[in-house]
């Protein structure tokens, strides 16, 4: 471990060395239509990767989530309107990495997260 770490210091020193939280790209994008009472939305998102490795020399693969929604307020006699929200993350459940474990500062893998679905209620006052 030790040799490890004098190599790195030794790297540094004569080079430049990429902060871990450095990526060349990153790009969203978004649409959102109402259609008869109903609120769409999806929206795009491309990360081109974290730094990893040695000195943070290499970089992850790329990755594209998408994501969508649906909004609707209803009115009902006995509770009044109420805004409806169902959301769809990760449509296509891509498992991606966001950071490998490796390259300086970096001690853990941690994934993006699976596909997922969330309801949600509201209710004004």
Known sequence: MACARSNLIRYAANNWVYVDHQQALTASSG???NWNGTHLSTDLIYQSGLRNGFA???SL??????????????????????????????????TYLIRDGSGIGVG??????PR??????TKPL
Do not use: C, H, K, W
Not at 69 to 83: F, N, Q, V, Y
Not at 116 to 121: E, K, M, Q, S
């Open 31 to 33: 649409l959102a239509y």
């Open 56 to 58: 943070n020399t290499t």
């Open 108 to 113: 853990a893998p941690q994934y993006g997260m």
């Open 61 to 94: 693969p790329a990755y594209t989530v998408v994501n969508l929604g649906l909004r609707r307020t209803i009115a009902l006699d006995s509770t009044g309107p109420m805004e409806y929200r169902l959301v769809l993350l990760n449509l296509f459940n891509q």
């Open 116 to 121: 997922g679905f969330f309801l949600g209620i």
